[in-house]
């Protein structure tokens, strides 16, 4: 039994044809596996930044909320002083006037 050239070496570049072929599969799945990792912590970094948006925002709307009551309160007062104010007035005029 004797192999024939022709087809030892049709057998043997079959062969390196299909190791060729999976060592080729093998590093596209790794560099898929790596681009999924890279995606996913860009992903999970994402995630966490807006998360410290979104508790700066909340931050600023609890300040503002305090403003606006500090803001009201200053409100009643400047009328309660405006208020006192006229009726000062009123009394003054009364003070200074002739007809006394």
Not at 15 to 26: A, F
Not at 82 to 93: F, L, P, T
């Amino acid at each position: 039994m004797t192999i024939e050239i022709g087809v030892l070496i049709a057998a043997l570049s079959l062969l390196m044809g299909v190791l060729g072929y999976q060592l080729n599969r093998q590093k596209h799945q790794l560099i898929e596996q790596k681009e999924i990792r890279s995606e996913s912590q860009s992903g999970a970094e994402v995630k966490a930044e807006l998360g410290y948006i979104r508790k700066g925002v909340d931050d600023i709307r609890i300040d503002l909320k305090a403003n606006e009551k500090n803001i009201a309160h200053l409100s009643e007062r400047v009328t309660r002083v405006e208020e006192s104010s006229k009726q000062a007035h009123k009394r003054i005029d009364v003070l200074d006037s002739p007809d006394k």
